[in-house]
């Protein structure tokens, strides 16, 4: 009999304690507002939390790329702007120098208008991008990464944009103010060729430039689209129902009173109450 009675004596203390950590379960969750405060209160759900916190620890890694990205991509359209406005002018220039009234003095004032705009394509092919770095990369275009399987270069190289080598865009400017200079009809004709297809090359480019930031855009949209769906599902996972939980715990403590009443009033009995 008295075993009985001190098996069920420890069997409610038991229960008591397992409801005390029950209300100290939902006091966390209310006070935190997470739901899952371990694995084990939801093994599958904090499973795929974790699954969305990593896609959301890589889509910030992407979206601070592409932030990087575009900003270069908008330096290097603005200097190919800057620079189309330039090639404008050394057309118009080669124009000019090619008609058969142009006098030495002209061709002269000409030549010197030429070989300043040379020195400015140089700085453009030379500027530096807000990193302190050459805006346009010598060599191959610098790829950068914007997902798993997404890597490509938001700016073309140097040498997609103003050539290479002893032909690059600015010495085609200074040999064309070389030939305007010189009066050779002939070289002129050759340098208005070269002109012409550097201004195509650039205008490619410019077009390449769009072409890779519009895609940058649509990748960005996606990305926050993606953000604003997984952040979405976590709260739905982890984050705490408060009227559920305000209403769960209610009930818990309410019984918790109760369990603990009832066990003091028993316990007041003697043990003779108890072995009679």
Known sequence: MINSTGNRLTMEIARQARLADAIADSQTSIATGKSIQSASDDPVAAARVSQIHRAEANANVWNANLDLALSLSAQADSALSDLSNHMARVQELMVAAASGQTSPADRATYALELNGLAAQVDSYMSAQ????????????????????????????SREDVFGAGAMSLGQIIRDAASAVNAGDI???????????????????????????????DRMQQAIDNRSIDLAAERSSL?????AEAIARLNGQTITLEAAQATFARINRQTLFDILR
């Open 129 to 156: 991008s807000s990193l302190g770095e050459p805006l346009f990369s010598s060599g191959d275009a610098r790829e950068m990464r914007f997902g798993q399987d997404v890597v490509f270069a938001p700016v073309p």
């Open 186 to 216: 002939a070289a002129v004709a050759i340098a208005q060729d070269n002109i012409g297809a550097a201004i195509n090359r650039t205008a490619d480019a410019a077009a390449d430039i769009g072409v890779r930031g519009a895609r940058m």
């Open 238 to 242: 982890e984050d705490t129902d408060l």
